[in-house]
């Protein structure tokens, strides 16, 4: 598997510059404010003060077959209901995030998040050929804050409203090329969801309570985000909006395991790439993105020395209600490394 080879490295990888914690030492509030779980969202994380915490995660995403609104199609059935040309079939995303979280206060944890995006798109051709185009490169940088507006304490643990803020600068590509069939042997823009970035300024706000106690924890997170303008390209990439919730059980000191869902909503492009062509393949046109999506997933966390974490998790949709023509989400695999100092 492809997701294998850089969890394992990192796994070997592991060094801890930081002092164990003795939690023997910790006070009851101290214990149920250590983050014993890691939330599946990492906008709920709120660090002690001077606390710094770097995390790689890496996911794979893979979409597997062609659908419209909640239906599955297969290439027969999109070569005869649409007039394109080619089709994608499949889709692989893999994705490497590091983040460096700093806690300037313990209610106030700021986030500068890097990542790196492989993309890979199988299509098929009205004549029966294949072939597959490619786009690799650097993201967009985001810039976040976490804030806990409040929190209050019961007999079972405590309660954090907290909320979140995002700047998303456009330093992705989007100009990424490549070489297919009908190109001649020379590069022709990729279409929207193959390019690395948005080209355009964005804003990511959110809002979220949760509660931990010695046992668990569990909460909700909801989050909208948009572009500021255009882009250079021409095109204001599709606002989205997202509701996600979690629990977590410790089953042990260091283990624990969780379920999550999440409700995903995706608007329309605005505006158009004209080096596309919308009439030859779904992914050119502007009005096959977007959609409602609902996912469930499970994870797994494990703590070392107080200090090191890795994790896994695992999300499949249970629901897809796509906008036009588009490639059905299958499965997304995520694996994560945090050192917190």
Do not use: C
């Not at 199609?73 to 394109?84: C, E, G, K, P």
């Not at 098929?124 to 804050?145: L, V």
């Not at 456009?170 to 009908?182: E, Q």
């Not at 190109?183 to 193959?194: A, C, E, F, K, N």
């Amino acid at each position: 598997m492809k997701w294998f080879l850089p969890f394992f490295l990192a796994i070997i990888s592991h060094y801890s510059f930081a002092a164990e914690r003795n939690y023997l030492d910790f006070s009851l509030e101290q214990l149920v404010d250590y983050d014993i779980y890691s939330p599946p969202v990492l906008q709920s994380h709120i660090h002690w003060a001077g606390e710094l915490m770097v995390a790689y995660h890496y996911s794979h995403t893979r979409t597997d077959g062609m659908g419209s609104a909640e239906t599955a199609l297969s290439t027969h059935d999109v070569f005869n209901d649409y007039t394109y040309m080619v089709t994608p079939t499949a889709m692989n995303m893999d994705m490497h995030m590091l983040h460096f979280m700093y806690a300037v206060s313990d209610q106030t944890t700021y986030m500068l998040r890097l990542h790196h995006m492989a993309m890979e798109m199988e299509h098929e051709t009205r004549m029966g050929g294949e072939f597959t185009t490619q786009s690799n490169g650097f993201g967009d940088i985001a810039i976040s804050m976490n804030h806990q507006v409040n929190e209050w304490s019961d007999h079972e643990g405590n309660v954090r409203q907290f909320v979140h803020a995002s700047l998303l600068l456009p330093t992705g590509d989007i100009d990424a090329k490549d070489t297919t069939p009908m190109s001649g042997g020379g590069q022709v823009q990729l279409p929207y969801g193959m390019q690395l970035g948005s080209g355009s300024y964005q804003a990511r706000f959110g809002l979220g309570v949760d509660k931990l106690t010695a046992k668990d924890s569990f909460g909700a997170f909801l989050m909208a985000k948009g572009a500021l303008d255009k882009n250079d390209a021409g095109y204001r990439i599709a606002p989205e909006a997202s509701l996600d919730a979690w629990y977590q059980r410790s089953l042990s000191n260091n283990f624990s395991a969780g379920l999550s869902g999440s409700l995903t909503w995706r608007g329309d492009i605005s505006g158009r790439d004209d080096r596309l062509n919308p009439n030859l393949v779904p992914t050119a046109d502007r009005d096959n993105y977007g959609g409602q999506w609902a996912e469930m997933g499970a994870s797994v966390s494990y703590l070392i020395d107080g200090t090191y974490r890795v994790g896994m998790s695992a999300s499949l949709p249970v629901w897809q209600d796509l906008s036009g023509l588009q490639l059905r989400k299958k499965s997304v695999i995520e694996l994560i490394l945090e050192l917190t100092l």
